[in-house]
């Protein structure tokens, strides 16, 4: 297929496109560098020395055989992004483009409003340059399991039947997130649906839980092919930052009560995940909404289980307690629904003792670039 | 009180400023002319001639002894916006400030970026101008009933109580709006819903059906002072399009099969329904939600009234279905909630035969200014 990969310079985007590419799938990656610029800005580089997309692809193709086409640009800038499509003509675009760091979005104006404008407007620019140059091209985008926030009642897939003063009609599952970052996903799926029940495009639209992780089989072929790898307040996710910490002889910094439950999954476990929704499309005029993770688990259970491992390494992990700066409940009922994956085909990989080994085992390669000072949390919104 | 009136121009601005300044208050009203220059654009001017927002304060003060303060500025220029609430210190905002038409904001890309950018930036910035000048000022927010489109169960007012599996929990009303000019309130209400329950705001949204009128006691002192009405596609709302063709002699356009069903209200109930949510403000972190409406028809039953008293005028009003521009069901179930104004105080006025006769009478003096161009749809989303 034609794959077009937005934000393909990302955590989750470069590692895509390799998988595809790998496939036999036609891939473009496009990116702008925004979050290489935000990560510098912020003092918030990754662990990996990354090179950049264009030096990836280059050094990607002589080991593999394969070609991933490379756009440097910005999908908030429609003439850009249109021309990409009327080039390209994608049969599935892939969009990761999105600033990704809640602490980020809650810095301040000026944060605020990069994240509010770039994320909408690059969901609504792939919206109207789909519609205008590839109608038929099936919309992957990536949402947030952070959408539906932490409700009192079971998390469903997307939808919700409700019946209210004894009538009943289908609704999206209701949404409130935890920071803007997290709420601009939720204008994003507000956006697609308003097209797709208009206009009958094709979306799918993957409420995804945090990922951890550096490897995957392309990227553990060279160095210069992994991902990067963040372990800062900004964007790191909570595992790949314990994971760092008990590397760097840090105590593990659990948020407040660390009751706080997600829906976990591991990286290769997101490719599986996006080329599934892709060889499996949504149909024409349907929004599928598919919760993306494999296993729940509080920040204490994953802040324990790194300990356990780490201690095992010789590690000698300390996990503490801090002040939380998010406004979130530390306690809470959480039960998410997630077959459709399942359904689809998923083969999930757990959390195992092994997994958490052979994560600390690579970071411990690169434990002298460690910078202690990009742990703690710089962003407070509580 | 201190009244900062954004989209102090407009249809509802304008009579707002001129109501508000009569009662005592302190009222500065801002525009950035957004309306008149998409008007003009389009070919949709209104059909009163309306003095700039400059000319009409300069008219009203000699008149009435009282000054509306105008500034000319954009609510989406973030630094014009905060010196502005710097300045004045609000206690009370209330946003109009919006690309207010659902046909414009479906014509094509251009229309739809203006449409989502203004109306989400504007947003963006009052709520981030009121936390950073103003932070006990009451945001009052022109929302829509539109927002939460036509459900097949009882609509509440902004909330929903819901039972899933045995547990319970509060959530907004769903939403599902039928153009992007009416989801992007859907996307006001998210984010305003986001920044109240993490900094404590204090928010009204107002979920206003469609106005009607052009008499509030200001703009009936002086022909200079009137609202600018609209009976174009663009821009006018069906009760006003019916009344201008009904005195031009084009038959009453409903839109497929008028069952379309809504909640509507005369202009002055507007004015005092916003008066009343600025009386009453909403508590810190508190979005209330209230329902603006005083009757519901549907597209037939106003077209059946416009035609019973517009032919006792000797008007001979024919009507005639024509096919639908607008995706939307032009048949389904709709009922309402709309107590919570009444309980602060709203006082309605109905739409009698009486209140049709004198818009008629209204209209007839601006006869000769009716351009029948102007009157069928332009612009097709179904």
Redesign the interface.
């Known amino acids: 297929m034609r794959v077009l990969i937005l934000g393909g310079d990302g955590y989750l985007g470069w590692p895509t496109a390799m998988a595809f590419a790998m496939k036999g799938h036609e891939v473009a990656a496009m990116d702008n560098y925004l979050r290489r610029n935000i990560a510098r800005e912020t003092c918030s580089e990754a662990l990996t020395p990354n090179p950049n997309l264009i030096e990836r692809a280059r050094a990607f193709q002589p080991l593999t055989g394969k070609k991933v086409e490379v756009v440097i640009g910005d999908c908030a800038d429609?003439r850009v992004l249109s021309e990409v499509f009327n080039k390209f003509q994608p049969e599935v675009v892939i969009h990761y483009a999105e600033q990704p760091s809640a602490p980020y979005s809650m810095m301040g104006?000026e944060q605020?409003?990069v994240t509010?404008?770039n994320n909408?407007?690059a969901t609504?620019n792939v919206i109207?340059a789909v519609m205008?140059s590839a109608p038929q091209c099936h919309i992957i985008k990536l949402g947030t399991m952070g959408e539906y926030g932490t409700?009192?009642?079971?998390i469903e897939e997307g939808w919700?039947d409700?019946?209210?003063?004894g009538?009943?009609?289908k609704?999206?599952f209701?949404?409130?997130?935890g920071s803007?970052y997290h709420?601009t996903k939720?204008?994003d799926t507000?956006?697609l649906?308003?097209y797709v029940?208009?206009?009958g495009l094709r979306v799918t639209d993957l409420m995804q839980g945090p990922v951890y992780g550096l490897s995957t089989p392309e990227a553990d072929m060279d160095e210069r092919l992994i991902p990067n790898f963040h372990y800062d307040d900004i964007f790191g996710t909570v595992v790949n930052r314990f994971l760092t910490q008990a590397v760097a002889g840090v105590p593990l910094t659990v948020y407040g009560k660390g009751g706080q439950t997600r829906g976990y999954l591991n990286l290769i476990d997101t490719l599986q995940c996006v080329e599934l929704a892709m060889l499996n499309p949504a149909g024409k005029g349907e929004l599928r909404i598919l919760n993306q993770f494999v296993e729940l688990f509080s920040v204490n259970q994953i802040a324990d289980k790194v300990k356990k491992v780490g201690d095992g390494m010789g590690l000698n992990v300390k996990i503490e307690s801090i002040a939380n700066p998010r406004?979130e409940r530390e306690e809470h009922?959480y039960n998410a629904a997630h077959s459709g994956l399942k359904e689809l085909g998923l083969k999930p990989h757990p959390m195992t003792d092994e997994v958490v080994a052979g994560m600390l085992e690579r970071i411990i390669r690169y434990r002298e670039r460690i910078d202690r000072g990009k742990i703690m949390p710089r962003v407070r919104?509580s």
């Open positions: 429609y104006y605020a409003r509010l404008a909408l407007t609504f109207q205008s409700p009192n009642i079971d919700l409700i019946e209210h003063n009538r009943k009609d609704f999206l209701p949404r409130q997130a803007l709420t939720v204008l507000d956006l649906w308003f029940r208009t206009f406004k009922y919104w």
